[in-house]
């Protein structure tokens, strides 16, 4: 059982209001000078009651008042009860993570909001760790709904803005129907989903190492089984060669002066070919620049040609000490290269007849290559394995997951067999209210299990559904028929709050406030809380057509000029 006594602030900011058991009105009003009523707080008073029922910060209107208009240091304050506990709950924006939980004149600050729903949670159900009920704030979601909801859902009770994804746990609860395996269900698709982009990432690695898909590597891996294991063979029919290790040392040994004497050949090959380059005189003819130089101008030229014969004969001399050098460099590096080429010579020789001594039947030339080639098929065995051996188990577990999860919903599915007579029950009844409001019992309501992402449908029909206005109906018929039916009562919390939810035709609003009133005697022992523009009523019918008394019920009514907070303000962006 949950009940709102009162809401109200310390230090006073708005007037406390008071509910009763029964209908609860939260009314918006016209005044003389204004017709609006939209604006004035009706909304905002809802809000505050989630917010001091442990709505998230995060998530809640009350976090986007400017201080201006609502000191952050004001405690929000809510009195209500559960299971006939009197419970006052004090929080603040500012210190919204810590509320003031008062039980029964025991004062309980909380440093952790989780913390504090936990506690809610236990005293409403009995335990907070069981997976067979709804947390706290999980069974408030269908309880209290908001006009950002815009009621286009029986299941979708959250504010349309935010994408959260619907959680049938509290109605299943409702209807007697154990959520445990729906929620492990749900557990299991996220497992699931992540299990799939391993597998997803696994494959692009596979196509990075082999540029194959899976099944093409997997032959590739065979392949390369195959290739380690003959060469695996082929080392070891080696190794069991007499006096093998002393030949193989000195093999690697050969091979390794052999790599480093053409390494140096290489080097003193190209710096002999960067020294011929220099071969041969290249000096300028000084007749055929006086002649070029007299036709222009006479005698300059053969001025010029005596200049140039001096600065020759001393690039000459310079060319000639150059050409010494270069000679004795280039014979230096001809006898090195000469040297070089004997001891290739050599140690080819010796190469091949230590190699001789092991090469049987022509399986190995190169026993440093084999040995290299060996490590890197080695190597790119054991990736590629890896990866193919990670994908498999992969596979796998995605496999059982999903068979888990298929147990789990064939599980979930004869619960819900097993709870046809709660199911039946709620049908009749939204049938009843149906046929007050539309005339008819054209309406049906049923429960379905399937393996899809959200598990559960549920599948509500109505005369002339689709409609805006045939939405709000829909969600007015279920959650009243939720609150009032016989079964489910057993297991509801007792409360109901609809914010603005008759945005609908005058006749369906009529009718729905009718049987609101000729409901009073079933919902005295309940509470609902409904704010309502009373505008939306003509005043021919308040004392005719209509027999629910707005008067009687009104527990706070909001005007243009008489706001909720007091004031006007701009939200803060969220």
């Not at 049938?168 to 929620?183: A, Q, V």
């Not at 689709?466 to 018929?477: D, I, T, Y």
Request: aromatic content about 8%; some cysteine.
């Amino acid at each position: 059982m949950l009940r709102i006594r009162k809401l109200y602030s310390e230090p006073q900011v708005f007037d406390p209001i008071t509910f009763k058991d029964g209908i609860n009105l939260i009314l918006g009003e016209t005044t003389e000078n204004n017709v609006k009523t939209n604006g004035v707080g009706k909304s905002m008073a809802v809000e505050f009651i989630n917010y001091g029922l442990l709505k998230r910060h995060e998530d809640s209107r009350v976090s986007l008042i400017p201080s201006e208009s609502f000191p952050h240091s004001t405690l929000i304050c809510l009195d209500f009860e559960i299971s006939g506990k009197s419970i006052t709950i004090k929080r603040s924006i500012e210190n919204h993570k810590c509320p003031i939980l008062n039980v029964d004149g025991k004062t309980i600050p909380f440093t952790d909001i989780e913390d504090a729903t936990s506690y809610l949670t236990t005293l409403l159900f009995g335990s907070a760790n069981d997976e067979s009920i709804p947390s706290f704030r999980a069974m408030l979601g269908p309880l209290i709904r908001d006009e950002r909801s815009e009621f286009k859902s029986i299941i979708k009770c959250f504010d349309t803005n935010k994408t959260i994804p619907p959680d049938y746990t509290p109605h299943l609860y409702l209807l007697n129907i154990d959520p445990k395996p729906y929620k492990q269900a749900k557990a299991l698709l996220g497992e699931i989903d992540k299990i799939g982009k391993a597998i997803t990432k696994s494959k692009e690695n596979i196509v990075a190492i082999t540029g194959k898909n899976v099944s093409e590597a997997k032959a590739d891996l065979n392949e390369l089984t195959s290739q380690v294991a003959r060469i695996h063979v082929e080392i070891e029919r080696l190794e069991n060669i007499e006096g093998y290790d002393i030949v193989k040392d000195e093999i690697i040994e050969i091979e390794t002066q052999l790599e480093e004497f053409r390494s140096r050949q290489a080097v003193i090959k190209t710096e002999l070919s960067k020294i011929k380059l220099f071969r041969g005189d290249n000096y300028i003819d000084e007749g055929e620049v006086a002649e070029l130089y007299n036709q222009f101008k006479a005698g300059l030229g053969d001025l010029i040609k005596k200049q140039i014969e001096e600065v020759t004969a001393f690039k000459k001399k310079i060319d000639n000490f150059q050409k010494t050098l270069i000679d004795g460099r280039r014979k230096e590096l001809e006898d090195s290269l000469k040297e070089i080429d004997s001891n290739i010579i050599r140690l080819d020789r010796l190469y091949r007849e230590k190699l001789s001594l092991i090469d049987q039947k022509g399986a190995l030339k190169n026993l440093r290559q084999t040995i290299a080639t060996y490590q890197k098929k080695v190597e790119d065995h054991a990736s590629l394995s890896a990866f193919i051996k990670k994908h498999a188990e992969f596979e796998r577990e995605k496999k059982e997951k999903a068979n888990e999860r298929d147990q789990l919903i064939f599980l979930l599915d004869s619960f819900v067999s097993n709870s046809s007579n709660v199911i039946d029950s709620l049908e009749q009844t939204i049938l009843d209210i149906h046929e007050v409001v539309a005339g008819n019992r054209q309406s049906s309501f049923e429960v379905e299990i399937t393996k899809k992402k959200e598990i559960v449908k549920f599948e509500l029909r109505i005369y002339d559904d689709g409609s805006h206005s045939n939405e709000r109906e829909k969600v007015f018929l279920y959650d009243i028929g939720l609150l009032t039916n016989a079964e489910t009562g057993k297991r509801h919390p007792g409360l109901l709050i609809h914010d603005n939810i008759f945005d609908v035709d005058y006749d369906t609003l009529l009718k729905s406030l009718n049987y609101l009133s000729d409901s009073e005697s079933a919902l005295a022992h309940k509470q609902y809380i409904l704010t309502l523009n009373s505008d939306k009523i003509y005043d021919a019918d308040i004392n005719s057509r209509l027999r629910l008394d707005l008067e009687g019920l009104k527990r706070a009514a909001f005007t243009k000029t008489a706001r909720f907070l007091k004031t006007s303000y701009q939200e803060l962006s969220s």
